[in-house]
């Protein structure tokens, strides 16, 4: 059974910081890997989607990196905003494109 | 011209939780509203008739207690979609039926994805 973990649970930083959300987890037989934004009472936002073949998307301030063989995908925010404050949730869709694992979430906070 | 709005246009959501679609008419009332699904290269197909403050009407296959429709005024219906699973994932699309006549307006659609 998949697992995923994110960590930190929360992380508070001062706007203009570069900082790194992480996501672990168990079962490398993967399909994608996605990273979402989500803002209190709202849907989810997709922001990067790294294929199974790939090691890195790009969007604007935001990278994410997906090592397979070490269980490890990282979200790399460059110069934070205030406006980026929400919680962040990586989501891993197993090798069959079945029901996605998602993690408990990194809930950031930029202040001005 | 007669308008009809849907929010959210379109919504990602984790298996499991429930989903809430609204459709509205802007500038003028409806008593009936409907509501149809398209997965992709498919037609429409209709899911219910939705009556101001009565109970909707569903199609044959459409599981009333999954997909849950509320009429509450002339202007406004909501679906929700009850503890949806990524098979739920397709677009929903409402339409409103003008008072005393046979026009339907159709919304633009909301695209689900459950994952």
């Known amino acids: 059974k998949q697992e995923v973990t994110q960590i930190p649970a929360a992380l508070s930083v001062p706007e203009g910081e570069n900082l790194v959300l992480n996501c672990s987890f168990t079962?490398?037989?993967?399909?994608?890997l996605q990273w979402f934004r989500q803002d209190p009472g709202k849907g989810l936002t997709s922001l990067l989607l790294?294929?199974?073949?790939?090691r890195e998307q790009t969007s604007g301030r935001l990278n994410a990196s997906l090592d397979k063989s070490s269980g490890r995908s990282t979200l790399y925010i460059a110069a934070s905003q205030p406006g980026d404050s929400a919680t962040y949730l990586c989501?891993?869709?197993?090798?069959?494109?079945?029901?996605?694992?998602f993690g408990d979430g990194t809930t950031l906070t930029v202040k001005p | 011209g007669a308008v009809v709005s849907q929010h959210p246009s379109r919504v990602i959501c984790k298996s499991g939780t429930s989903v809430k679609i609204e459709c509205r008419s802007l500038?003028?009332?409806?008593?009936?509203m409907f509501w149809y699904r398209q997965f992709p290269k498919q037609s429409l197909m209709l899911m219910a008739t939705?009556?101001?403050?009565?109970?909707?009407?569903?199609e044959q296959g459409v599981e009333k207690d999954k997909f849950l429709i509320n009429h509450a005024s002339l202007t406004l219906s909501t679906l929700t979609v009850t503890s949806a699973h990524p098979e739920d994932s397709s677009f929903y699309i409402c339409?409103?039926?003008?008072?005393?006549?046979?026009?339907?307006?159709f919304g633009p659609g909301t695209r689900l994805l459950v994952l």
């Open positions: 079962d490398s037989a993967i399909y994608n």
């Open positions: 989501a891993v869709k197993p090798w069959d494109a079945g029901k996605s694992t």
């Open positions: 339409s409103a039926r003008v008072v005393g006549t046979e026009t339907q307006y």
């Open positions: 790294i294929q199974s073949s790939q």
């Open positions: 939705s009556n101001e403050g009565s109970k909707a009407t569903y």
């Open positions: 500038d003028f009332q409806a008593t009936t």
